[in-house]
Structure formats: C-alpha cells, structure tokens
T-cell receptor, first 111, second 114 residues
Framework: GENVEQHPSTLSVQEGDSAVIKCTYS??????FPWYKQELGKRPQLIIDIRSNVGEKKDQRIAVTLNKTAKHFSLHITETQPEDSAVYFC??????????FGRGTSLIVHP | DSGVTQTPKHLITATGQRVTLRCSPR?????VYWYQQSLDQGLQFLIQ???????AKGNILERFSAQQFPDLHSELNLSSLELGDSALYFC?????????????FGEGSRLTVL
C-alpha cells in the first residue's frame, strides 16, 4: 500500500508568519493530492487539492505545490492567523482506491 | 454541514460487548469509507464500500465488520470490544470510487470502552 509521511509533526509559528508542511508518498501512480484540516474535536475538511497535471494551486492564503518526480507535495499557509491552528493531513490517492492519510501535522499559531 | 450523518455521536460500553455505528452518506454519493482515529494517531483506513459492495479493505480487525445497504447507508459492527478499540470512528463519503475527489466526513462516533 501507499506509504505517506508528513513533516514536521508539530509546527509552532507566530501570527503573520508562513507555515509549510511537506507530504511524501510512495505510490508513483498517485494522481490526486489533497490537504485536510481538522480542528480540535471536529471532522476533517478539505482545504485544498491538486491533481497530477498541475504543479501549483493557490487559494487566497493557502497553496499546494506538487513535485511528482520526487513524490512529494507541500501545503503553504501565508500570513498565519490563530484560527489556522489545527491538525493538517495529506491524503494522496489514485494509485489505489484508498486515500491514505499521513499522521498529521499539528500547527500552532501564537497570537 | 458535510451532509454525512453518523450515529451515535458518543458511545460508552464495556469490554467484550458489541456495538454498531451507523453512517448515512451525502445524497448521491455511492462510496462510503470508514476510518479509525485514536489519540495521537492519524486516520487509519478500515474499509470502503461502493454501491453496496465491498471495494477495499484496510487493517480492519476480524472482530470488526461492515456493510452497505441498498439505501446506501452503512453500518460498522465492532464486537468483542477491547480497551484499545476506544477511538473516534469516522465515516466519509464521496461521489466516485477510485479515491479521487473530496472525502466528506461525518462528525464521527466517539467510542469509549471501559
């Protein structure tokens, strides 16, 4: 099955700083690369995704970049705000039917 | 609101017991996924159904079973419960079957085994 690793496991930043979370996957057939945000006690929700024919996608303060050759994709959050504090999961899929989730990155944004 | 409904929200039971968790997917979604989330753990894939048929299986214990009914709702049955089964169980639905596209998660069912 797909091996998915996220780094770092915890990221602490000051409000206004940028945050970058990296996801490495093993299945070269993967072609869908989403990021989910899970606030404390809540369900995971999709915040941005990218497909393999695109290298970068941006939506306001968040962006995802994909390097298919190196088999990794990254979540970029600029001008972080306290409400960005949450656990972020990557979940590459396409090679199999199953979105495989990383172990998550806990982002803490200090006011 | 994701449109995915899970019941019960909370469940407390004893070791050795059996419970059933229920999930109603979004209207029109044919795929249902079950994930287990323990403390400090990611989302562990258990099983997927598509239009009533089992499509993929993850590290689901033999004590656990699931099914998807003709109306597309799904149930996850957990039996001979152990303390380690305490976790948050999420159901998610999607339109397609190939793992491509957004997963819509329910609010989860928190199971506590005492």
């Amino acid at each position: 099955g797909e091996n998915v690793e996220q780094h770092p496991s915890t990221l602490s930043v000051q409000e206004g700083d940028s945050a970058v979370i990296k996801c490495t996957y093993s299945d070269s057939a993967s072609n869908y690369f989403p990021w989910y945000k899970q606030e404390l006690g809540k369900r995971p929700q999709l915040i941005i995704d990218i497909r393999s024919n695109v290298g970068e996608k941006k939506d306001q303060r968040i962006a995802v970049t994909l390097n298919k050759t190196a088999k990794h994709f990254s979540l970029h959050i600029t001008e972080t705000q306290p409400e960005d504090s949450a656990v972020y999961f990557c979940a590459p899929s396409g090679g199999s039917y199953i979105p495989t989730f990383g172990r998550g990155t806990s982002l803490i944004v200090h006011p | 609101d994701s449109g995915v409904t899970q019941t019960p929200k909370h469940l407390i039971t004893a070791t050795g017991q059996r419970v059933t968790l229920r999930c109603s997917p979004r209207s029109g979604d044919l795929s249902v996924y079950w994930y287990q989330q323990s403390l400090d753990q990611g989302l562990q894939f258990l099983i997927q159904y598509y239009n009533g048929e089992e499509r993929a299986k993850g590290n689901i214990l033999e004590r656990f079973s699931a099914q998807q009914f003709p109306d597309l709702h799904s149930e996850l049955n957990l039996s001979s419960l152990e303390l380690g089964d305490s976790a948050l169980y999420f159901c998610a639905s999607s339109t397609g079957t190939g793992g491509i596209g957004e997963l819509f998660f329910g609010e989860g069912s928190r199971l506590t085994v005492l």
